[in-house]
């Protein structure tokens, strides 16, 4: 019964167009980052900010690693393929549909990733609301990703809220291998 159902729906996606499919893929990740705001609100709510906060570290912890695998999976890759490995495995991200991201000073032992705009942090900023401090989750994922796209990666964080300062990125992580 469950296979029939589950054929149901990708006999639904077999019969949509690229773009009707591209659309689906953005819309899936908008609804995922609007349940994660969500789950995040109702544990504040409910217990209040730090530990909302550290509810969401330990949720990234896992899910980073089971996101980045998943990648890899569906790209054939293996762990250890180094900075271009991690570069090419951020742009296959659920973020990587919503948000603006780019890498700057690439080379084979490092690279310095941006998120130019953030789908969340710019909502925040519409709505007159303090940039969220996501800096000692965002460590906790991009260290967790890029460590099981490749062991060797070393994460450090070069700027995120709630760090102060002008910049014309939201946040940004150096990846290097020594």
Known sequence: MADDK???????LEAMSKEELI????????????????????VEAAHGMDAAIDADREAWA????????????RLGSKPGGGIPALLECLKHRLYARLNDQDAIEVSDERAVFRM?????????RRK??????????GIVE?????????????TRCV???PDAGDRDYFC?????IE
């Open 142 to 154: 991009y260290t967790g990703f890029a460590e099981t796209v490749d062991p060797r990666i070393r």
């Open 172 to 176: 940004a992580w150096e990846f290097s």
């Open 62 to 73: 896992r899910f980073t690693v089971i996101e980045a695998q998943r990648i890899m999976a």
């Open 128 to 137: 007159g609301l303090p940039d969220f401090p996501c800096k000692s989750v």
């Open 6 to 12: 589950a054929r149901e729906g990708l006999k639904v």
């Open 116 to 124: 130019v705009d953030c789908r969340v942090q710019s909502a925040r």
């Open 23 to 42: 659309a689906l893929v953005i819309d899936d990740a908008k609804n995922w980052l609007a349940h994660d705001g969500l789950w995040f609100q109702a």
């Open 159 to 161: 700027a995120c809220p």
